[in-house]
């Protein structure tokens, strides 16, 4: 079984400021993707960040980084210079080798202040 | 491309009545997927599908059904719809068993 845990209900940071937003997981796949989702308010699911589990290098894109750290068994989302668009609720997802759907978290809920 | 489309945006079912959840992709992915989001939380998967004649069930099946017979529909029937069914509903495609999925716009289904 697979199970994702995002134990941050709510976050606010400052505009203009980094943020992190935690995940740990659990699997008993050797072989698994980590994935980012954002949800804004108005409801459709954005795809962010993608880690493999056999990446050696922590993945990037723009502003999003994920911070993989396999032995903690943890995949945070490090935002930096937030931006008031960045408000939105935060699914982390993952899909072990072989299973056909993701897993999701329950999100966390960010909230950006100018 | 438009990506994964979803009809309709918004529904309202008395207890009993029954209804279709539309959803279609023209990525030629030949996996697709079913999820529903209760409020406040995360999405769970219902059925899914790895190609055109082949679907299987998630997490929570019950109360649901779907078919495949192209590869780009992939519609969801709910019979005798309950309060519980209450949710949003996504649909979702990729390309392969691994990578991104590209999720639709959803469904928000209300069943009073």
């Known amino acids: 079984a697979q199970k994702i845990t995002q134990t941050q209900p709510g976050m606010f940071v400052q505009e203009k400021e980094a943020v992190t937003l935690d995940c740990t997981y659990d699997?008993?796949?050797?072989?698994?993707?980590l994935f980012w989702y954002k949800q804004p308010s108005s409801g459709e699911m954005i795809f962010l960040i993608y880690?493999?589990?056999?990446?050696?290098q922590n993945a990037t894109e723009g502003r999003y980084s994920l911070n993989f750290q396999k032995a903690r068994k943890s995949a945070n989302l490090v935002i930096s210079a937030s931006q008031l668009g960045d408000s939105a609720m935060y699914f982390c997802a993952m899909r072990g080798t072989g299973r056909r759907a993701l897993t999701f978290g329950s999100g966390t809920r960010l909230q950006v202040q100018p | 491309n438009a990506g994964v489309t979803q009809t309709p945006k918004f529904r309202i079912l008395k207890i009993g009545q029954s209804m279709t959840l539309q959803c279609a992709q023209d990525?030629?992915?030949?996996?697709m997927y079913w999820y529903r989001q209760d409020p406040g939380m995360g999405l769970k998967l219902i059925y899914y599908s790895v190609g055109a004649g082949i679907t299987d069930k998630g997490e929570v099946p019950n109360g649901y059904n779907v078919s495949r017979s192209t590869t780009e529909d992939f519609p969801l029937r709910l019979e005798l719809a309950a309060p519980s069914q209450t949710s949003v509903y996504f649909c979702a495609s990729s390309l392969g068993g691994v990578g991104e999925q590209y999720f639709g716009p959803g469904t928000r289904l209300t069943v009073t």
């Open positions: 990525m030629n992915h030949n996996y």
């Open positions: 880690q493999g589990s056999y990446d050696e």
């Open positions: 699997t008993s796949d050797q072989s698994y993707g």
